[in-house]
């Protein structure tokens, strides 16, 4: 089965960075990227980025560019997505999801909190 | 401009027929890009609705349906249950921006 296991809850001081961890499990890495999808209280959803499976690509939203990178470690088990120079505006939840091509976001994460506050 | 629009809401009573329109434009669903759609109920992650336009994953039942033509598209949902009731997002690539963009999402209440 299906999983994607993502890191607690943070909280960060305005100007920190932040570092969510995201372990799937029940299938091949990689046959599927991982997206980065965030959600502000209340808010729509907003891509973030993502990374191929197989060859570790990425690619980011104009709106995160410069503040975002994401990332796997070597034995490609473990994604990363670090956001740096958090604001306030950047308190939300963050969600990692897999996707095969084109293709929807079939298994999503539970979403990680992170709170930016002095 | 690279957005997906949706409207904020939309209602209807147990039984019947409502549809949630995703409007786009010629760098995203107009150039071919298909469209998915997620519902997200209060407190939990998105789950895929519709993908690649009209597809439905196994286990979503066949009371939700999605369509597209030109730069739009729309999800329908036939026989209204109360559990329906939650926020549906569109989603589509877009390769002026060449990343994803959601909709706005619609929150559908169920009278």
């Known amino acids: 089965q299906v999983h994607l296991v993502q890191s607690g809850a943070e909280v960060k001081k305005p100007g920190a960075s932040v570092k969510v961890s995201c372990m799937p499990s029940g299938y091949s890495l990689s046959d599927y990227s991982m997206h980065w999808v965030r959600q502000v209280p209340g808010q729509k959803l907003e891509w973030m980025g993502w990374?191929?499976?197989?060859?570790?690509?990425?690619k980011y939203s104009r709106n995160f560019q410069g503040r975002v990178i994401i990332t796997r470690d070597t034995s490609a088990t473990i994604t990363y997505m670090e956001l740096s120079s958090l604001r306030s505006e950047d308190t939300a939840l963050y969600y990692c999801?897999?996707?095969?091509?084109?293709?929807?976001?079939?298994?999503w994460g539970r979403g990680t909190l992170v709170t930016v506050s002095s | 401009q690279s957005v997906l629009t949706q409207p904020p809401s939309v209602s209807g009573a147990p039984g019947q027929r409502v549809t949630i329109s995703c409007t786009g434009s010629s760098s995203n669903i107009g150039a071919g890009y298909d469209v998915h759609w997620y519902q997200q109920l209060p407190g939990t992650a998105p789950k895929l609705l519709i993908y690649?336009?009209?597809d439905r994953p196994s286990g979503v039942p066949d009371r939700f349906s999605g369509s597209k033509s030109g730069t739009s598209a729309s999800l329908a949902i036939t026989g209204l249950q109360a559990e329906d009731e939650a926020d549906y997002y569109c989603q589509s690539y877009d390769n002026r921006l060449s990343g994803w963009l959601f909709g706005g999402g619609t929150t559908l209440t169920v009278l």
């Open positions: 999801a897999r996707a095969r091509g084109f293709s929807g976001y079939d298994y």
């Open positions: 990374i191929h499976g197989g060859n570790g690509d990425t």
């Open positions: 690649g336009n009209t």
